[in-house]
């Protein structure tokens, strides 16, 4: 079946620090690939998406590109920043109206 | 951007009550809801898919008569959990799909935090 496979957390930087969080996926099929945020107390949002390979999702200085060779879609930013504390989930789906199928999340922490 | 909201963000109730947590799409229609569980540290478990008009499809080791999904029209789902135990506390949240596309994004509302006393 349909996995995701995130990198072990909680992830602790100093601001302005950069970031990478990795993500694997297994799928049968062509899956469509995303990150979701999840703020202290809120529900979670969509970070960004990548429908194809090579595709490349940005938003908010955070970027990930759909590797079909290696089966990634790691998470990177430049420069982050207090604000961008938060859970951060790898997420696949395939098909129209499928499922979508989450990695664990992970724990990033942004000190001053 | 699509938005989805929950209600109630949160509650507690004594053991043995039930409790209802709705789940609106409030500006598009949503043909399929899903619902999930958090446990705490831990990803989202899928629970159930609701469809619009008919049953929803559990996911395996979700009880189906302790949680009861209804999905009465396009804008509305509702979950209800029955004779809550305290194990049934947990953070609840719902998604909706747009009723037009197929690419798999999904608008999740903000969650309901149930607690079983």
């Known amino acids: 079946g349909d996995s995701v496979t995130q990198m072990e957390g909680p992830v602790t930087l100093s601001e302005e620090a950069f970031l990478t969080i990795n993500c694997t996926y297994t799928a049968t099929g062509y899956p469509s690939l995303f990150w979701y945020v999840q703020y202290p107390g809120e529900g979670l949002q969509l970070l960004l998406k990548?429908?194809?390979?090579?595709d490349k999702g940005s938003n908010k200085g955070f970027e990930a590109t759909y590797r079909k060779e290696t089966t990634s879609f790691h998470l990177e930013k430049g420069s982050v920043q207090v604000s961008d504390s938060a859970v951060y989930f790898c997420?696949?789906?395939?098909?129209?109206?499928?499922?979508?199928?989450f990695g664990k999340g992970i724990t990033l922490s942004v000190r001053p | 951007g699509a938005v989805v909201s929950q209600h109630p963000s949160r509650v507690i109730c004594k053991s043995g009550t039930s409790v209802k947590i709705e789940c609106r799409s409030l500006?598009?229609?949503?043909?399929?809801m899903f619902w999930y569980r958090q446990f705490p540290k831990q990803s989202l478990m899928l629970m159930a898919t609701?469809?619009?008009?008919?049953?929803?499809?559990?996911e395996q080791g979700v009880e189906k008569d302790k949680f009861l999904i209804n999905h009465a029209s396009l804008t509305l789902s509702t979950l209800t959990v029955t004779s809550a135990h305290p194990e049934d506390s947990s953070f609840y949240i719902c998604?909706?799909?747009?009723?037009?596309?197929?690419?798999?994004?999904?608008?999740f509302g903000e969650g309901s935090r149930l607690t079983v006393l």
């Open positions: 990548a429908t194809k390979a090579d």
């Open positions: 609701s469809n619009e008009g008919s049953k929803a499809t559990y």
């Open positions: 500006d598009f229609q949503a043909t399929t």
């Open positions: 998604s909706a799909r747009l009723a037009a596309r197929g690419t798999g994004e999904l608008f």
């Open positions: 997420a696949l789906s395939t098909g129209a109206n499928s499922k979508l199928t």
